[in-house]
């Protein structure tokens, strides 16, 4: 069984843009996790969607969005992108009803 | 609010030699626990669980009691080797009203020297 991808795996942007990733988990799962992993900061939980619906949602500006389709492949937006933004953004998958998240190989984003 | 403490590193450590990094939590009711690992450039690989008190989780050589009297996960393996080298995350998860995410530690690297 394939495991989460994400996509692209590095992006270098500039400030003031805007930035879609791309996640699709393992076949069969239908929650999905990001986030956001700093070295100052460490992991950070960004939002989590279940069929398409976000239920849970960490303490992130609103410059931060999601979106689940549905076949369970979710979408992470940034916009108006800072400095601060440069970081590794994770995205898990897990199986209905179950609490353990397997993750994706991240995606690397660049603010210059 | 919840949160997740691990010991700083890095750890270093000789092969074959025993490996301990403390995780102790802070959590209502009654979390799931876990140990994740990340290899340089990669994502986080799922090591091992623990979902009720006095549960072991164990994989590869490594294991972790969740005990709940002393709110801790504590994660042991008696031979480390050098490919072992990485960085370990304890993390939990308290179920319903807080769905989908995982609270993690700082972090713990760990050198293993030949």
């Known amino acids: 069984k394939a495991g989460v991808t994400q996509t692209p795996r590095y992006l270098i942007k500039t400030r003031g843009q805007q930035v879609t990733l791309s996640c699709s988990p393992i076949?069969?799962?239908?929650?999905v996790s990001w986030y956001q992993q700093t070295p100052g900061q460490g992991l950070q939980f960004l939002f989590e969607y279940f069929s398409e619906t976000q239920r849970n949602k960490g303490n992130f500006p609103g410059r931060f969005s999601g979106r689940q389709f549905s076949n369970s492949r979710s979408e992470m937006n940034v916009s108006t992108l800072e400095l601060g933004d440069s970081a590794l953004y994770l995205c898990?998958?897990?199986?209905?009803?179950?609490?353990?998240?397997?993750f994706g190989p991240g995606t690397r984003l660049l603010v210059l | 609010g919840d949160s997740v403490t691990q010991m700083e590193g890095p750890v270093t450590l000789s092969e074959e030699a025993f490996l301990t990094i403390n995780c102790t939590y802070t959590a209502t009711g009654y979390p799931s626990l876990f140990w994740y690992v990340q290899y340089p450039g990669e994502g986080l690989q799922l090591l091992l669980k623990?979902?009720?008190?006095?549960d072991k989780g164990s994989n590869k050589g490594f294991e972790a009691t969740y005990r709940k009297e002393t709110t801790s996960f504590h994660l042991e393996k008696g031979s480390v080797q050098v490919s072992d080298s990485a960085v370990y995350f304890c993390?939990?998860?308290?179920?319903?009203?807080?769905?989908?995410?995982?609270?993690f530690g700082q972090g713990t690297t760990l050198q293993v020297k030949p």
């Open positions: 993390a939990l998860i308290r179920g319903s009203g807080n769905t989908g995410k995982l609270i």
């Open positions: 898990a998958s897990s199986f209905p009803g179950q609490e353990t998240q397997y």
């Open positions: 623990a979902t009720k008190a006095d």
């Open positions: 076949s069969g799962h239908r929650s």
